[in-house]
């Protein structure tokens, strides 16, 4: 999969070129009234606009472009909808005022870490992929943008790159670890069209399933959480000791011992 930076105009300014610099990618000039369709060198594009940082599709028009905004409407609609009684709530273990530090070991878009974060959680986001990873950044770093409240809860919410596997931290740092692995998507919805394939290409599948799970119980105090769409078998062998099921996903929940 290739993608490039996009240098619109033309000059190029220190944020593309520090930026193509960190993530080793070449940089493509374009006019500023381009198309991304029109660009059939690569795969993705990455552009500023403004200060948001965009991953642009160039071949598929339904997928059209990617941003990190914590200011995004359903999002915060469902932080705010008596999140305390949501699966995700549960699943977490919240109970009265106690919160745990969660690392979110496959952060995405962040919108998980997320709603959690709003839960008043300490978040860990640990991003593997480079391009996602400065999605994420340009997301995190917007303060000011969202206005006090949203900030208040990015808050508490820290990014790290690297993969779980790799991922060093001190032995039991975190009450919980959350997974939401990237599996093939067999559901044919416009969410799927536009999120997941997208992540999907950048991320590749992963197929150590069991492995993460494993690694995944070694760093966490107190639980494992798995999100896994509602039909999908457990992510290891053994099963959760909890299973809270809502209309499309699930949580498996494996407690340690």
Known sequence: MKVAVVRSGDTSTEREIKLSTDLGLPTIELPSAYLPSEVSDYDYLLAYRDSRLLLQCTGDAQTGELCVDFSDAKLNFRANSSIRSQNIAKALGIKGSLRPAVLDATAGLGKDAFLMASLGCKVSLLERSAVV???????????????????????RMNLHFGDLMEFVADSKQF????????????????????????????????????????????????????????????????????????????????LIA
Do not use: C, W
């Not at 997208?198 to 690694?215: N, S």
């Open 133 to 155: 990873h400065a999605l994420l950044a340009n997301g995190l770093a917007r303060t000011g943008y969202y206005g006090e409240e949203i900030d208040i809860i990015l808050g």
């Open 175 to 254: 009450d919980v670890v959350y997974l939401d692995p990237m599996f093939p998507e067999r559901r044919k919805s416009a969410k799927v069209k536009k999120d997941m394939a997208a992540l999907q290409q950048l991320l590749g599948h992963q197929t150590d399933g069991a492995e993460l799970l494993d690694y995944a119980k070694l760093l966490a105090k107190t639980r494992v959480v798995v999100k896994r769409a509602k039909l999908s078998p457990h992510l290891g062998p053994g099963k959760p000791d909890i299973v809270l099921k809502g209309s499309s996903s699930r949580y498996d929940v494996y």
